[in-house]
């Protein structure tokens, strides 16, 4: 069993940044993959980044150069860094990840994120 736990959504204004930040716990010994996914409402879930456990990265075109993935493996935690952002990034985002442990992966709860002026 594993639980993820997104923080650091909320208001922002256009240009601004915010960071969230996803901790697993449970019973695992580490993560394959952790990413970030975000889904608008009557939109499909997207992929936004992802971030393997050796630090290789990957990223959707919308984000690269704006957001940043990183994680702490000692931590059980990834991170989402997001600068200069645009109205439209307003969407929930979640946390999903693959544990060396499971066949399946884990989502967390969301977190919203709203740039507005």
């Known amino acids: 069993q594993v639980q993820l736990v997104e923080s650091g959504g909320g208001l922002v204004q256009p240009g601004g940044s915010l960071r969230l930040s996803c901790a697993a716990s449970?019973?695992?010994?580490?993560?394959?993959?952790m990413s970030w996914y975000r889904q608008a409402p009557g939109e499909q879930r997207e992929l936004v980044a992802v971030?393997?456990?050796?630090?290789?990265?990957n990223y959707a075109d919308s984000v690269k150069g704006r957001f940043t993935i990183s994680r702490d493996n000692a931590k059980n935690t990834v991170y989402l860094q997001m600068n200069s952002l645009k109205p439209e990034d307003t969407v929930v985002y979640y946390c999903?990840?693959?544990?060396?442990?499971?066949?399946?992966?884990?989502w967390g709860q969301g977190t919203q994120v709203t740039v507005s002026s």
């Open positions: 999903n990840a693959y544990f060396v442990d499971y066949p399946y992966d884990y």
């Open positions: 971030i393997t456990r050796g630090g290789s990265t």
């Open positions: 449970g019973t695992f010994r580490s993560f394959n993959t």
